[in-house]
């Protein structure tokens, strides 16, 4: 199921040099806050919240931290190849290198759990995942998280 509704070009990041699960965080909140023109210390915070409750490290590589933010506009994803894969505290005990912050209006509802399962069964698919770590450049892997097969053969 193709992520065009959740996550713009400008929001995918091919290859962001982070060296730990916190810095990871920081980084996504800091790019996520000037899209979304917020302050990334909250975002930080909503996702820190979340990671508190259980690691958001869905395994085979990937994470999904997510939260809900007050008074957003509507669901906003952002997309990052890590240059190098990171220990995110995932269920399965592997590095992460491919992650997907979700981000959803406080009162969003089963619109975020939706939006989270979607983006969960993408980045579960084997195909996906590996064209997404073979991709180097923004406009290739953002067609790949659309679905536009144009860019899949990147």
Do not use: C, Y
Request: avoid cysteine.
């Amino acid at each position: 199921m193709p992520l065009n509704d959740l996550v713009a070009l400008s929001a995918v990041f091919p290859a962001l040099r982070v060296a730990s699960k916190k810095q990871a965080l920081q980084e996504l909140a800091a790019r996520a806050g000037e899209l979304i023109k917020r302050d990334e210390r909250e975002i930080f915070e909503t996702l820190n919240q979340r990671e508190r409750l259980g690691s958001t490290g869905v395994g085979n590589g990937i994470a999904i931290p997510h939260g809900k933010l007050p008074k957003l506009d509507g669901l906003f994803g952002l997309f990052a190849r890590l240059e190098k894969p990171i220990d995110f505290e995932a269920l399965d005990g592997e590095p992460v290198d491919l992650v997907f912050l979700l981000l959803a209006p406080e009162a969003a509802g089963a619109d975020h759990l939706k939006a989270l399962a979607r983006v969960a069964r993408l980045l579960r698919d084997p195909a996906v995942a590996q064209k997404l770590r073979a991709s180097r450049d923004a406009a290739a892997i953002h067609g790949i998280l659309i679905g536009n097969t144009a860019s899949d053969a990147a």
